[in-house]
């Protein structure tokens, strides 16, 4: 099993920026692609961005595109989400999560493992 740990989470006004960094325990973590989600309470969970295992391909959600960077690094089983220009509208607990496959990176029903979150609040 893959555990993963999320932090960088807190609070921070309108047009702030904030770095989530999860950290995976596993030693195979180059094998697997990662993605970031995002669940504000009583709403679904949303797709935020995902990287390949490589690192070579990345994806956007439409609503952070611009705005966000993800980013790898295998070498310390860790993955990362800059959060540039923030929104009251980003907040949510975010959760990374891992996927082997990865057939479908923007689909949470396809990932293996998921941390347990980070909490976003961004005021206005």
């Known amino acids: 099993q893959v555990q993963l740990v999320e932090s960088g989470g807190g609070l921070v006004q309108a047009g702030g920026s904030l770095k989530l960094s999860c950290a995976a325990s596993?030693?195979?973590?180059?094998?697997?692609?990662m993605g970031w989600f995002r669940q504000a309470p009583g709403k679904e969970r949303n797709f935020v961005a995902a990287?390949?295992?490589?690192?070579?391909?990345?994806y956007y959600a439409d609503s952070v595109k611009g705005r966000f960077t993800i980013s790898r690094d295998n070498s310390k089983n860790t993955v990362s989400l800059q959060m540039n220009s923030l929104k009251p509208e980003d907040t949510a607990v975010y959760y990374c999560?891992?996927?082997?496959?990865?057939?479908?990176?923007?689909?949470?029903?396809?990932?293996?493992?998921w941390g347990q979150g980070t909490q976003v609040t961004v005021s206005s």
């Open positions: 999560a891992a996927d082997v496959l990865f057939e479908r990176p923007d689909a949470a029903y396809i990932y293996d493992y």
């Open positions: 596993t030693r195979t973590f180059n094998i697997y692609g």
């Open positions: 990287i390949s295992w490589s690192g070579i391909k990345t």
